[in-house]
């Protein structure tokens, strides 16, 4: 049997948030965590369902009667609570006062005329219902200890999904800067000296955290974007301008995306960040050193052990170079929205001043039968039943079905312009071919290139450009780019100042 989520989850983990109630029980959920959070040890049981049942004598008229159970998973139940009949809601018990209540105490019946059915609502009753099935799901335990007190713990393979509904309970936000702070401070401390193993996991935990933050912000902008179509279609205005000016520009616009172009932390930080990764890189001694502590982890080789740390650190240098080609999609969408959004609010408040509204003006005066203007464009509008050859609008007109003359003069020397044009780009194009070709001329094939080896001028200056980036992202590029710490991070060469970087051979 294949091992999975649910080698480690109970099987009905999850049934109390598909239950008629799910709402209620997601609340006492994320009220027990809260509980939890503010207590340093375990909470006593009673104080969990004190706690219940306050919730549900607030919610008692939002509580829907649920599905009898066959008892799998469910802990028999407490001698203060009593069995819920089959379509009952747990804590209401029928009364019958025409005798007894149905399974219930005469005492807390009322009268209400002879052979009358009511329901009363127990708080106690119905907390330690809802507590019980939520032990019984394996979101909750339940210990006795040794003075009797009895506790209700939280379980371990629980904990991160207590975390999620804190999370949406209280409102996703999106972090940018803490992430990159954390980067940095995790590399770049002194801590990294000693502990490196631990400090590099943390990075690349908050390294791929950034990355994901982004992508969810990228995504969630396409899904306003279908919504805002789906308005469109259906015509109504006031859906538009909720969906731009109350959702979207409270959720994405002022939460997430606003914070991310004002902050320059992502700018600020990570050339430092590459320039310690290179540093820790080519540090044999540190690799070693880490790569000891971390076999005691993983419980596997030293080789091993060190590769995965440099694997880990150019991961982090890669993940933070991909943050620009995020951040630029992210504004297109962004800018695809809301130039759609204020096309179709101008189309409902101004329709005469697009094209789009003009014509869906006419649109609805043809279909609305308005004579006079059905007469004004009845010489430009055709009803179509077929599409034929001459349903076709050319530029000259020719026999209906022939469609093999040939092409005028004019557009054949129009062709040939164009083509000369595009052959005489391509070979002032600086492919990677001709960059590698001009390094080798520089003798790169000798020794390690600098910049002050290269740039002589703009022309040299815009060639040893295009090597930093072939060499950076190109894997059949035969020159790698090094970058030295320390001082050395800067060079000025032929009036520009540039990265120290260095340009050396794969073969060397």
Known sequence: MPSGVFSVLPENFFS??????RQHYAA??????????????????????????????????????????????EPADEPEGEAVPPGGIPGIREFDFAGSPAGGDPGRAFSAGSGTRVKSFDEREAANRFLRRLVGAGWLSEEILADFTRVVNITAWGKPFFEGLIRVDEGLKTEYESHVVNVYSSLCGEAVRENGHFMVLKAREEARALIDSLKVLSQSIKGYYEKLNAEAVRARAASVLHEHYDLYAGEVLDRAYKRLKTSDNVSRYRR????????????????????????????IGRDECRKKLEFMLEEIRDDLKSVDPLEDEIDRRNADYSRSSTEIIRAYIEPDSTVAGKLGMLIKALHGGDEELAAALAHGLYRVAFLSPSSLSLRRRREEGDFNAPPSPADMEALARAEAEFLERMKRRLSIKRIKSWLDEQGGTERILLPGDLIRGEASFIRFVHALLYGDSRQDFDYAVEEPGGAEREARAAGYVVPGVRLRRKEL
């Open 272 to 299: 430092a960040i590459f320039g310690q990764v290179a540093d820790l890189l080519h540090d044999d001694e540190w690799l070693d050193r880490s790569a000891s502590k971390y076999m005691r982890i993983l419980q």
């Open 28 to 73: 006492l959920l994320v009220l027990y965590y809260r509980l939890f959070q503010e207590n340093t040890r375990g909470l006593e049981r009673e104080l969990v369902i004190r706690e219940f049942m306050n919730y549900l004598a607030l919610h008692r008229e939002t509580l829907e009667a649920e599905e009898a159970e066959d008892g799998a998973g």
């Open 16 to 21: 109390p948030l598909a239950r008629i109630n």
